[in-house]
């Protein structure tokens, strides 16, 4: 998994961290059962704090999309779910996009203005 951080950016380096595995397990690059690397060569790889790694692990786990075990490293669930939930909200706003009238373009765009 590549995960990447801008230490420029004024979103701190966990939720970075937590938004990039977020976005993997939802695009499906990181599936159910995969283990993420461990906190300590996460953190080595991308030259940040390994509590900043296990910050971001926390939070995954606490949204229920990972389990931390000792020695067993940390393991994503539900990933399907995941992915199949937010499937269900694009369906729903394109449909609802599209009932006031708005292209794809438009909703595009709407959706690069929030993120």
């Known amino acids: 998994m590549l ?3 801008d ?3 004024s979103e701190p380096l966990f939720a970075q961290i937590a938004a990039q595995v977020r976005g993997a397990i939802a695009s499906g690059r990181v599936a ?3 283990r993420l690397p ?3 060569d996460l953190a080595d790889a991308l030259g ?3 509590h900043t790694v296990l ?3 926390g939070d995954l786990r606490d949204e229920g999309l990972v389990d931390m075990r000792r020695r067993r490293g940390v393991i994503v669930r539900a990933a399907g779910d995941t992915r199949a939930r937010l499937l269900e909200l694009a369906r729903d706003l394109a449909t609802e996009a599209a009932r006031q ?3 794809k373009a438009d909703l595009r765009r709407l959706i690069e203005e929030v993120s």
């Open 101 to 103: 009238g708005l292209s």
């Open 38 to 40: 461990p906190a300590r």
């Open 48 to 50: 940040v704090n390994m």
């Open 7 to 9: 230490p420029g950016s």
């Open 3 to 5: 995960v990447k951080v």
């Open 32 to 34: 159910e059962g995969d």
């Open 55 to 57: 910050r971001a692990y």
